[in-house]
C-alpha cells in the first residue's frame, strides 16, 4: 500500500508472513551471512561493506542486478530492538534516484508459530519512487526472503 502523506512525502507499507518464529526471521535481517544470501529484488546478488547493527551503527550494501549494474545503498541504524524492530534511514549513494535519506521501520509481529514483518518506508519524494521501491521490497520479501527463509 502507497500513501501520501504530504505533496513530497510519500510512505510504503507491506506486510508479509513468513512460518518461523521471529527470531529466525530477525537474524536474518541482522546477520550480514545471512542478510546478503537474499537481500534484494529476486536475481540481485549483494555484497557488504559495513553492517553494524546497533544504534548509530552504519551499514553499506552493494546490489548486483542480473543486468550486471551496482545500486549501493547505505544508512545508519536509528532503532533496534531486538526480535521486534528495526529502524534505519535509507540513501542510494550512486547518484541514483537523487533525494535525501528516507527511514524504514521493521515490524517483527509473532503470529502462533509464524512471523508477519510490516516494513514502513517513509519520506519517499514521489509516487514514481514510491513505485520504484514497492516493485523493490515485494520482490525482495516474497520472493527472495520467503525463499531463504523456506
Known amino acids: 500500500m502507497i500513501t501520501m502523506n504530504s505533496v513530497q512525502d510519500f510512505t510504503l507499507q507491506l506486510n508479509h508472513t513468513f512460518p518461523v518464529k521471529k527470531e529466525r526471521v530477525f537474524h536474518a535481517w541482522t546477520k550480514p551471512e545471512e542478510l546478503k544470501n537474499w537481500w534484494g529484488p529476486d536475481g540481485f546478488t549483494t ?5 553494524n547493527v546497533e544504534v548509530n551503527g552504519a551499514y553499506r550494501l552493494n546490489m548486483h542486478s542480473p543486468d550486471g549494474q551496482t545500486h549501493v ?15 534505519f534511514t535509507w540513501k ?8 535525501p535519506a528516507t527511514k524504514v521501520t521493521i515490524d517483527f509481529l509473532e503470529k502462533d508459530d509464524a512471523t ?8 519517499l519524494p514521489s509516487e514514481e519512487a514510491a513505485q520504484q521501491h ?3 521490497w515485494t520482490s ?11
Open 47 to 51: 555484497t557488504i561493506d559495513e553492517m
Open 73 to 87: 545503498l547505505t544508512g545508519q541504524y536509528l532503532e533496534v530492538v531486538p526480535h521486534d524492530k528495526l529502524v
Open 92 to 99: 542510494w549513494e550512486n547518484g541514483e534516484q537523487e533525494f
Open 116 to 123: 508477519e514483518i510490516v516494513v514502513t518506508h517513509a519520506n
Open 134 to 136: 514497492n516493485f523493490g
Open 140 to 150: 525482495s520479501l516474497e520472493e527472495s526472503l520467503k525463499k531463504y527463509l523456506g
